[in-house]
């Protein structure tokens, strides 16, 4: 069976996940940020660049405490997971016997490289936030606005060489 045989997701199944994971790391980013301090101080206040670094690196642990271990075993985040759909690599096999995906009453998959998943369609993740900068909107918009092809895939899909099916 291949991955592209299987069904891909649904945009608004795709919308959904994405919105749940846009609610979930950016919340878990702000207690780690107030576990850690790391605007407790006025002079916390005065290294803005060095405040905005932690606060991203915050943020990308809350990214991978959420979905580290779901991206590797599954290929997917929690919404991905909420809404029954997996990233997998767009043109790969699934070895005979292999069931990745679930048990086996569901379609069996192969999830995509986790450093593809993190390293590359993850990068796309804070992309959907510049959206809030004037200058940066037209980014976000043309990766979500790829959607609407034949494909479903968006930008991220693209460069990481991905597909989001129905599992």
Known sequence: MMN???PLAGRFRRLV????D????????FVLVMITDVMEDAEDYANVDLMILWIFLLAVVAYLILNG??????GQTLGKWV???AIVPASSRVPEGV??????SKS???????????????LFFPVLFLALVPSLTLLPVLDQALIFGKRRRCLHDLV??????RV
Do not use: F, H, N, Q
């Open 4 to 6: 592209s045989k299987l």
């Open 17 to 20: 996940a994405t919105l749940v």
């Open 83 to 85: 809404m029954g759909i």
């Open 22 to 29: 846009a609610i979930l790391v950016p919340a878990l980013s």
């Open 99 to 104: 069931m990745c995906g679930g048990d086996e």
């Open 69 to 74: 271990y779901t991206l590797w075993r599954r």
């Open 160 to 165: 990481a060489g991905t597909i989001v099916v």
């Open 108 to 122: 069996a998959y192969v999830p995509a490289p986790l450093w593809k998943l993190i390293c590359v369609r993850a």
